[in-house]
């Protein structure tokens, strides 16, 4: 199994743009598609991108995933920041039998 | 709509037993697998189980592989997560999540419940 490593915590300001990284340990990061959750306290997680860099409908196109073969990794990217973007978000993968989670990074919009 | 609704969380001591179940609407539960993701209180995201949508295969986390069983009744629209051999590294909160897509798993939720919270103590 492989882990994937996010930084603890990102912040910005308002209006801003903002990028989490999602490292895969080993195995190639493109050999599988990535996808990103968001969860706000107290809430269910929800799903901002999905297959690395498909955006579900309803969410806004300030949001946007990219894959880094050079450094094994995923990241999100949050443009034109806005203080409703605060919450955590975690990126998530899959091998042939197993689900695996990033350990979320908490991001905070000054 | 997509609902996906957990019961059966609760206060269980270290050893014992508790049966979570996930009751979905909103769509053709047959044609879905589902998963249970948990969180511990403060922590992260943890993937727990996966069942295919006719119950052909299931995929266990190995913190919870030998005690836990995940099930489906497709005439009732219910997963079921069996828990046994509770130990306090289990207290979480346990989501379920729709597979996105048909029959073949994708391995990415678009749908969650809101969740149910397990406490293993004594």
């Known amino acids: ?3 994937l490593t996010q930084p603890h915590s990102v912040s910005g300001s308002p209006g801003k743009t903002v990028t989490i990284s999602c490292t895969r340990s080993s195995g190639s990061i493109a050999s599988n598609y990535v996808h990103w959750y968001q969860q706000r306290p107290d809430s269910a997680p929800t799903i901002v991108i999905y297959e690395s860099q498909q955006r579900p409908s309803g969410v806004p196109d300030r949001f946007s995933g990219s894959i880094d073969s050079s450094s094994n990794s995923a990241s999100l990217t949050i443009s034109g ?3 409703e973007d605060e919450a955590d978000y975690y990126c998530q993968s899959y ?3 197993n689900g695996v989670f990033g350990g979320g990074t908490k991001l905070t919009v000054l | 709509q997509v609902q996906l609704v957990e019961s059966g969380g609760g206060v269980v001591q270290p050893g014992g037993s508790l049966r979570l179940s996930c009751a979905a609407s909103g769509f053709t539960f047959s044609d879905y697998g589902v998963h249970w993701v948990r969180q511990a209180p403060g922590r992260g995201l943890e993937w727990v189980a996966f069942i ?11 913190p919870v592989k030998g005690r836990f069983t995940i099930s489906r009744d497709n005439s009732k629209n219910t997963i079921y997560l069996q828990m046994n051999s509770l130990r306090a590294e289990d207290t979480a909160v346990y989501y379920c999540a729709r597979d996105s897509s048909i ?3 994708v391995w990415y939720f678009h749908y969650w419940g809101r ?3 397990v406490t293993v103590s004594s």
């Open chain 1, 1 to 3: 199994n492989f882990m």
């Open chain 1, 95 to 97: 091998d042939i039998s």
């Open chain 2, 103 to 105: 029959q073949l798993p």
């Open chain 2, 115 to 117: 969740g149910t919270l």
């Open chain 2, 52 to 62: 295919w949508y006719d119950g052909s295969n299931k995929y266990y986390a190995d």
């Open chain 1, 81 to 83: 920041l806005k203080t």
